[in-house]
C-alpha cells in the first residue's frame, strides 16, 4: 500500500523560508514521478511542481518559479519541496502526489495516482 506523508509545514513571514518533506513507502519510489500541488481556500487544488524519477527533470507553475526547488532522493524515498521568498498568497494546505513510470512530468492532478494528506504553510505579511 502506498503512503505518501507530508511534513515541514508552518507559520513564517513574508519572505521567510520553509522546506516541505514527503516521505515515501510502499513503492519502488525510483520508478515514480512525484509532484507538489497546493490548494488554498476556496480555490482548486494547483501545481507546483513536479520531478522526474531519476530527479534530473523538473517543472515549476510559472508562480513560484525561481523561488521554489524540488528534489528528490531515491535512497531515502523522499522528496522535497524548498520554498524561499515565500509571500503571503503562497499560504495553502501542500501536497505530494506520485505517479507511476511516466516518461513526462505531468501538470495535471487527475494524473497523479498517490496523494499524501496535506501539510499547512501559512505565510503572514
Known amino acids: 500500500q502506498v503512503q505518501l506523508v507530508e511534513s515541514g509545514g508552518g507559520l513564517v513571514q513574508a519572505g521567510g523560508s520553509l522546506r516541505l518533506s514527503c516521505a515515501a513507502s510502499?513503492?519502488?519510489?525510483?520508478?515514480?514521478?512525484m509532484g507538489w500541488f497546493r490548494q488554498a481556500p476556496g480555490k482548486e487544488r494547483e501545481f507546483v511542481a513536479t520531478?522526474?524519477?531519476?530527479?534530473?527533470?523538473?517543472y515549476y507553475a510559472d508562480s513560484v518559479k525561481g523561488r521554489f526547488t524540488i528534489s528528490r532522493d531515491n535512497v531515502q524515498n523522499t522528496v522535497y519541496l524548498q520554498m524561499n521568498s515565500l509571500k503571503p498568497e503562497d499560504t495553502a494546505v501542500y501536497y505530494c502526489?506520485?505517479?507511476?513510470?511516466?516518461?513526462?512530468?505531468?501538470?495535471?492532478?487527475?494524473?497523479?495516482?498517490?496523494w499524501g494528506q496535506g501539510t499547512q504553510v501559512t505565510v503572514s505579511s
Open positions: 502526489a506520485a505517479v507511476y513510470s511516466r516518461r513526462y512530468l505531468p501538470r495535471a492532478s487527475r494524473e497523479y495516482t498517490n
Open positions: 510502499g513503492l519502488t519510489f525510483s520508478t515514480y514521478v
Open positions: 520531478i522526474g524519477r531519476s530527479g534530473d527533470s523538473t
